[in-house]
């Protein structure tokens, strides 16, 4: 039985998936009718199975979603009491921040040569790539500094709350730190520092405005990858899996093993928070070293993790429960009962969303509507081809792609700027535009919907990636 094709359109944007098989809900999907006509089997099959878990009350779909490990990427699950480890998967917390960089427009980033400059300084003080080398300027950390970070994120650093999605979750004060040795021998060597895969520093041009932003994408490095492993093998023990199943983990939050993967768990997010924050200082110094200016962080979320949180339902009443968001962020509107008292309170947050290394990010902000999808809009705009095949498939046009990055032409505040200057050698092919959905088509289904406007519209000037 196709699953897909079960699934029915309910209203432009909309489709629904009834409970079949083991299905405890209905599972909704946002999607136009030619992302909905592009979208996998498979990723219907993992929609289900999330539908699927204990504690189960809502599954949903963002315009984004493709296949990826045990649950769609570019989902989300709402629970009474459960824990579902694979929506926060391998990169607990994985995020971005924005920088706005006051003072510097277009006009100020127009040469190459000076988005070159900026490239080599931001490396000389920021590490990308897999792995823990630390460059020339890039300060080094001791480990009651970083028990500090674990415990309580971006509030060790001094952040104000209102510039942060979560300023840090609760770990109880007796969390033993040091009792996944893999997990914490990563963090004196890896705080910092941006990693590989898709991750990237971006300097991007608002496209109506010609405001300079940065936008840092980077999550909890090898801290929190060995702390899910090591859940993801606990958690198969206690559900009776198989090894090669531990993805389908889930835990109770009641459970001894739920409590002790939920306070992990959220030393990860900490970790990942605070680390996009410190990120910012080596990004300000390059600013300052190339263009005189300093910038100033705009806000800074997740896309990838667990959080408690109100959840209004459609009869007006709320409740608590945990929304798993695997590849999706967390859109509040104006009004939302967790934003009351906060600097977002009558505009609702704002949702930091990066597109392509090509194609550009945006900044949106929750409608009413919002609440359909339990206030999640996508992460990004979603990928069509993995690493292996993007790598596979696209070499014979490596140069092709190459002289696109280096060719563009765009008119950005009413400046013409031509290029995309990149800190390696080659685009990488697994993360050039090429592998991604439409971004345009993708935010297309949010304002359609009602669920999300877009506010401002990005477009990169220079990226840093990390090579794998």
């Known amino acids: 039985m196709s699953l897909k094709y079960a699934a029915t359109k309910v209203e432009e944007g909309h489709y629904v998936l009834p409970k079949v098989g083991q299905m405890k809900v209905d599972a909704h999907a946002f999607l136009s009718d030619d992302l909905y006509t592009a979208s996998e089997e498979n990723m219907w099959e993992q929609l289900a199975t999330g ?20 649950v769609p990427i570019g989902c989300v699950l709402v629970t009474d009491n459960v824990i579902v480890q694979a929506c926060s998967g391998y990169d607990i917390s994985c995020g971005v921040l924005y920088m706005k960089v006051p003072g510097l427009t277009a ?48 509030k ?9 999605e979560r300023h840090y979750i609760p770990v109880p004060e007796d969390t033993d730190l040091r009792k996944i040795g893999k997990a914490y021998d990563r963090v004196v060597q890896q705080l910092g520092s941006v990693g590989g895969g898709n991750h990237f520093i971006e300097m991007q041009v608002d496209g ?32 009776g899996l198989a090894p090669n199943r531990r993805e389908e983990s ?17 030393t990860a997010a900490n970790f990942a928070i605070a680390n996009r924050h410190f990120i910012v200082n080596g990004i300000q110094d390059a600013l300052e070293a190339v263009f005189k200016v300093r910038g100033e962080v705009y806000y800074e979320i997740s896309h990838n993790l ?15 429960g945990f929304v798993h968001r695997k590849g999706a962020t967390r859109a509040f509107p104006a009004g939302h009962p967790d934003l009351v008292g906060t600097v977002w309170e009558k505009t609702g947050h704002p949702c930091l969303i990066p ?16 609440y359909k999808s339990a206030c999640s809009v996508n992460h990004g705009s979603g990928r069509v081809l993995a690493r292996k095949a993007a790598k596979r498939k696209l070499e014979a046009q490596q140069d092709a792609i190459d002289t696109e990055m280096r060719t563009v032409k765009r008119t950005l505040g009413g400046v013409e700027i031509e290029g995309i200057v990149g800190n390696t050698k080659n685009t990488p ?40």
């Open 107 to 154: 006009e100020h980033v127009k040469t190459w040569h000076k988005r070159e400059t900026w490239v080599r300084e931001v490396e000389n003080r920021v590490s990308t790539g897999a792995g823990i080398s630390r460059p020339k300027y890039m300060p080094s950390f001791n480990k009651d500094q970083v028990d500090n970070v674990l415990m309580y994120g971006a």
């Open 208 to 239: 109506k405005t010609g405001e300079v932003y940065v936008m840092i994408h980077c999550g909890s490095r090898g801290y929190g990858h060995a702390t899910a492993e090591h859940f993801y093998y606990e958690g198969a023990i206690v559900r």
């Open 306 to 320: 667990v959080q408690e949180e109100t959840l209004v339902l459609p009869d007006g009443t709320t409740k608590k």
């Open 51 to 70: 539908a699927s878990y204990e504690s189960i009350i809502g599954a949903y779909a963002m315009p984004d979603c493709h296949v990826g490990y045990g």
């Open 156 to 164: 060790a650093l001094g952040v104000a709350p209102g510039l942060c």
């Open 250 to 266: 889930w835990l109770g939050i009641d459970e001894p093993l739920g409590k002790e993967y939920w306070a992990y768990h959220n």
């Open 355 to 370: 597109g392509s290394m090509y194609h550009g990010a945006a900044i949106l902000f929750a409608e009413p509507n919002a």
């Open 429 to 468: 092919l697994d993360e050039c535009g090429h592998v991604y959905k439409d971004l345009d088509a993708v935010l297309g289904v949010l304002e359609s919907t009602g669920i999300a406007r877009v506010a401002h519209r990005m477009y990169p000037v220079a990226n840093l990636k990390g090579a794998d």
